[in-house]
């Protein structure tokens, strides 16, 4: 996979963390946040949120 040609400078990059992984567990994980499996839905968030930054999205903690 290549890396994106143009590079964002840092201060476009608006959202926080928090609310990234709260989107993620709305769209990928809503099932298992409904049914009371919060905490390891977030593990699993946060793990595909680090392993897309490892693949070079731009992303900034």
Known sequence: MKRPAMRIDVRYRSVEEARIIDYLLLC?????????????????????LDRWASLGLPFAR
């Open 28 to 48: 990928g994980w809503a099932r298992e946040v409904r049914g009371g499996d919060r905490d390891a839905a977030e593990r699993e968030a946060r793990a595909a």
